[in-house]
C-alpha cells in the first residue's frame, strides 16, 4: 500500500486515472476538466499554483472579469474549482519520468523510491523568463537585475531602471513599474514593438517611459548591486555606460522541458509538439500551456488546452481497458 502525504488529506494508493505536472492556468484547467470527468486526477506542482499569471500583477484580458482581476486570486479560484470537482493537488518537485510505457511513472521528490503511477500524464510545467546571457546577469541577479515586475518594483521607488525587451510582458510590465520608479528606458532591439497595440499606446503615452531602439544591453556592470549597463546601439555599432540602479529582463520565455526532453517530441526551441487534440507523439501523453509549440500564449489560450488535454486524455483511458 502506497501512502504519501497530499495537502490536508492522506490517500492510500498511488494509482491515478490522469496525472497533471504544473499548476499554471493550464493545469488547473486540464484538474478541472478531469475532475468533473471523474477521472481519478491528480495534479502535482513544485511552488506555487499560478505559474506566469502570478509573476503579473493584473489580468484584463480573461474573458467574464470586466475589472482587472490579480493574477494571484485567478489562479487561487481555479485551484478551488478543481479541488471542488475531486481533483488532489499535491506540492512536490517531479524528478523524473517515464512515459513511453501504457502505465506511465512519475517520481517526485518526497517519493523518490516509489513513483507514483498514471494512465494518462498531462504536461503542464510551462516556461520561464529567458535570459540575456550578458556578463553581469547572474552576479547581480537580485542585486539590481529582475525577471519579475510585482516581485521587484517596489524596491525601486523614484529610481531610474532599464526594461530590456519589446514584447507584452516587457510594455506591461514597464507601465507597471512607473507605479514606483521615477523613469523607465525601455531597451529594444529593434525599432518596433512587439507588444499588443493597447499596451503600445498605454507606454507611448506614459511620460515616465521613454525608448531605446535598435539597441541592445551589452553587459551589467557594478560592485555590489548594479550601477550601469552598456548598451550599444546595433545601427551606428556603438555602445555606452548609461548608470542605472536596476534593470529588468523580459526577452521572453523558455520551456521547461528538462524533465521530458527525451520522453516526447519537442522543436527546435525546445516547445513540446502536439496536435489539436494536445496529445504528443507518445500516447496517453498531452502538453498544454506555456510549454506547448503554439502561437499565442494568454491565460485563455492555456485553459483551453488544458480542458481539450483532460478530454482527450478521458476518451483515450475509456477506450482502453480498465487496469
Ligand atoms: P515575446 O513575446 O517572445 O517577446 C520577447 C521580446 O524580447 C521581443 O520583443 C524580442 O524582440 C525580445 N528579445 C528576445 N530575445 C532577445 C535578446 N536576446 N535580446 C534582446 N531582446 C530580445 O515574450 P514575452 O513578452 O515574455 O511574452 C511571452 C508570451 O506571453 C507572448 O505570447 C505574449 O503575448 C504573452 N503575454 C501576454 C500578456 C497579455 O496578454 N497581457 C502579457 C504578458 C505576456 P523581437 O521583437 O525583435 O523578437
Redesign the pocket.
Known amino acids: 500500500m502506497f501512502d504519501f502525504r497530499l495537502t490536508g488529506e492522506r490517500i492510500q494508493d498511488n494509482r491515478f486515472d490522469v496525472v497533471i505536472i504544473g499548476g499554471g492556468p493550464a493545469g488547473l484547467s486540464a484538474a478541472i476538466y478531469a475532475g468533473r470527468a471523474r477521472l481519478k486526477t491528480l495534479l502535482l506542482e513544485k511552488t506555487a499554483t499560478g505559474g506566469q499569471i502570478t509573476l503579473?500583477e493584473y489580468i484584463e484580458?480573461y474573458p467574464g472579469f470586466e475589472e482587472p482581476i490579480l493574477g494571484t486570486t485567478l489562479a487561487e479560484k481555479m485551484e478551488k474549482q478543481a479541488q471542488r470537482f475531486g481533483a488532489k493537488i499535491h506540492y512536490a518537485e517531479v524528478t523524473s519520468v517515464k512515459l513511453k510505457d501504457d502505465e506511465k511513472k512519475i517520481y517526485i521528490s518526497d517519493e523518490n523510491d516509489n513513483p507514483i503511477t498514471s494512465r494518462a500524464v498531462i504536461l503542464a510545467m510551462g516556461a520561464s523568463p529567458?535570459k540575456?546571457r550578458v556578463s553581469g546577469e547572474e552576479e547581480f541577479t537580485g542585486k539590481g537585475v529582475s525577471y519579475c515586475g510585482p516581485c521587484d518594483a517596489p524596491l525601486f521607488k523614484d529610481k531610474y531602471v532599464i526594461v530590456?525587451?519589446?514584447?507584452?510582458?516587457?510594455i506591461?510590465e514597464s507601465l507597471f513599474l512607473t507605479k514606483f520608479a521615477r523613469r523607465v528606458s525601455v531597451v529594444?532591439?529593434?525599432n518596433k514593438?512587439?507588444a499588443?497595440a493597447i499596451l503600445q499606446e498605454r507606454a507611448m503615452a506614459n511620460p515616465k517611459i521613454d525608448f531605446i531602439f535598435n539597441s541592445?544591453v551589452r553587459e551589467i556592470k557594478g560592485d555590489a548591486k548594479v550601477e550601469s549597463v552598456i548598451i550599444e546601439n546595433l545601427k551606428e555599432g556603438k555602445g555606452k555606460e548609461v548608470k542605472c540602479d536596476g534593470i529588468f529582463i523580459?526577452?521572453?520565455?523558455e520551456p521547461e522541458t528538462g524533465l521530458i526532453k527525451n520522453e516526447v517530441e519537442c522543436n527546435d526551441n525546445g516547445f513540446v509538439l502536439t496536435n489539436e487534440d494536445m496529445e504528443t507523439n507518445v500516447k496517453g501523453v498531452y502538453a498544454v500551456g506555456d510549454i506547448r509549440a503554439k502561437s499565442?500564449?494568454?491565460v485563455v489560450t492555456a485553459v483551453s488546452d488544458g480542458a481539450i488535454a483532460a478530454m482527450s486524455a478521458y476518451k483515450y483511458i475509456t477506450s482502453n481497458s480498465p487496469r
Open positions: 503579473t484580458n529567458r540575456l530590456v525587451g519589446g514584447g507584452d510582458t516587457a506591461e529594444h532591439r529593434r514593438l512587439r499588443t541592445v523580459f526577452v521572453g520565455l499565442l500564449r494568454q
